[in-house]
């Protein structure tokens, strides 16, 4: 999918509101990529980002080696790979991209692969990491980011008159989906 660069002050919403994500690494020669529904931004400028994973994930191994982790934002259809590649570990065996009908899209300046079909990308640098016993708390640096034209403005916002359905995780199979927008207004006096 074509996607176009989101000024770095404006990466954030790309995560907005609190969708689940393909999260990927790779150093070249091996690579993995898991569900992830615990993301969040946390810093505008610079964009900023944490992440919480499993330290047993066959990826979490490689962004602890590489401190680089691609994001990829998937709308409604690609729910099925997204619970594919949140219930099945690299660590035994599995090519969760040929498996989950999902493809590998060159990255701009990390080595991690993006899921070519999300309809938008981060690329981030591993920060600090905060040891949460089986759990890492990754904060990580938004160094670019990409997005659909036809589903985010160049002013940041995510734009549903394309028809776009953005995913969150319920629990279990269950998504629940965005699809449109409600805008607030106070009251008069
Ligand atoms: C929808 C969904 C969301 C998930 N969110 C997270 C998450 O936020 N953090 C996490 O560590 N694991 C999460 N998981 C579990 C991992 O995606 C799963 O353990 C995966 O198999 C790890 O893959 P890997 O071992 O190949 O890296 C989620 C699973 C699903 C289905």
Not at 3 to 17: D, T, W
Not at 123 to 145: F, T
Request: hydrophobic letters at 40%; aromatic letters at 6%; a positive charge.
């Amino acid at each position: 999918m074509h996607k176009e660069a989101v000024r770095p002050k404006m990466a954030y919403r790309l995560l907005n509101p609190g969708c689940v994500v393909l999260v990927s690494a790779g150093d070249g020669d091996r690579d993995g990529v898991f569900a992830m529904t615990w993301n969040m931004p946390v810093r505008k400028s610079p964009g900023t980002v944490a992440l919480l994973s499993g330290k047993r994930h066959h990826t979490y191994g490689i962004i602890e080696r590489t401190r680089e982790l691609g994001i990829s934002v998937p709308d409604v259809s690609l729910v099925n790979a997204v619970y594919g590649c949140g219930t099945t570990s690299g660590n035994h065996g599995v090519d969760k991209w040929e498996r989950f009908g999902i493809t590998r899209q060159a990255p701009e300046i990390i080595r991690a692969p993006l899921v070519e079909q999300a309809i938008a990308t981060l690329e981030c640098r591993v920060e600090q990491v905060v040891d949460m016993g089986p759990s890492a708390l990754i904060i990580a640096e938004i160094l670019s980011a990409r997005a659909a034209p036809e589903h985010f403005t160049p002013g940041g916002a995510w734009r549903f008159d394309s028809g776009l359905q953005l995913i969150h995780h319920m629990g279990g199979t269950a998504f629940g989906v965005t699809s449109s927008v409600v805008h607030a207004k106070l009251p008069k006096d």
